[in-house]
């Protein structure tokens, strides 16, 4: 736990190989914070549904700011198509979806300061402009919850592409990424990690496929706030019917 404020938008949570032993992490590792112990206790519900056949997913894979790898989008359309040959029913938009675009620049308004504190030289915003963003992010995570009374989990990818050469040049406004064959902007893919972060969501994250190359990519699968279960849940459940990790070649 840090001395100070707690962090914002930190996003903490265990690794693991099976779903089961995410939760087994879970049940180690959640709970109150240090000094609310004496008046608060953490019982987290249920995952929603023990069957595939009962979840209701939204699958999302088109961002106005962010393109996907086409193999990428490719997983996640087999296994959309996969979960739907379980009974499970998938939709491929909603009107309920908060505004991607929204969601981007309250996260990356409300990243870049906490980002830059104790940089020398760091541009800053004002006090009032902090507490507008965090208007926001009140007023986007009502529309999350409004969501997630229609759909049960939120299917969506982690990254924009595979594994990519890492790039240390310090000015990440230098950097970029190919997607598609297309240079794209580096920060784009945080169009993505914002999605969940934001809107402090629990996101779990299963393996999916590989490229042609032989890149390991996965999807993760968002869920209504405190119901962490629901997401593992639904990640053990897509482990079972179409497999989990797999060891690489060689390990």
């Not at 790898?69 to 087999?78: C, M, V």
């Not at 009974?87 to 979806?97: I, N």
């Not at 064959?181 to 580096?186: D, K, M, N």
């Not at 699968?221 to 405190?226: D, F, K, S």
Request: charged share 20%; proline share 9%; net charge negative.
């Amino acid at each position: 736990m840090p001395e100070g404020a707690p962090l914002v938008l930190a996003v903490v949570g265990p690794l693991a190989r099976t779903a089961a032993d995410l939760g087994l992490a879970l049940d180690v590792v959640a709970g109150p914070d240090v000094g609310e112990a004496t008046g608060y206790r953490l019982a987290l519900p249920p995952a929603r549904h023990a069957r595939l056949a009962d979840y209701r997913v939204l699958l999302l894979t088109d961002h106005p700011l962010s393109p996907l790898d086409d193999e990428i989008r490719a997983g996640l359309d087999d296994l959309a198509n996969g979960l739907e040959a379980q009974g499970a029913k998938v939709a491929r938009a909603s009107d309920l979806m908060p505004d991607l675009q929204e969601i981007q620049a309250a996260y990356i308004g409300i990243l870049m300061p906490a980002m830059s504190r104790n940089q020398p030289g760091a541009q800053t915003i004002s006090a009032h402009e902090w507490m507008a963003l965090l208007d926001t992010q009140a007023r986007i995570r009502r529309q999350w919850a409004a969501l997630f009374e229609a759909f049960d989990v939120v299917l969506a990818p982690v990254h924009c592409t595979p594994a990519f050469p890492h790039d240390d040049e310090p000015d990440m406004g230098k950097r970029t990424l190919t997607i598609n064959g297309q240079v794209t902007p580096y920060m784009a893919a945080a169009a993505w990690a914002g999605l969940a972060t934001l809107g402090n969501l629990p996101s779990t994250v299963i393996p999916v496929g590989q490229t042609r190359r032989g890149l390991p990519f996965g999807a993760q699968v968002i869920g209504p706030y405190l119901e962490d279960r629901t997401t593992i849940g639904f990640a053990g459940l897509v482990e079972r019917e179409f497999g989990g990790f797999r060891r690489p070649p060689g390990y």
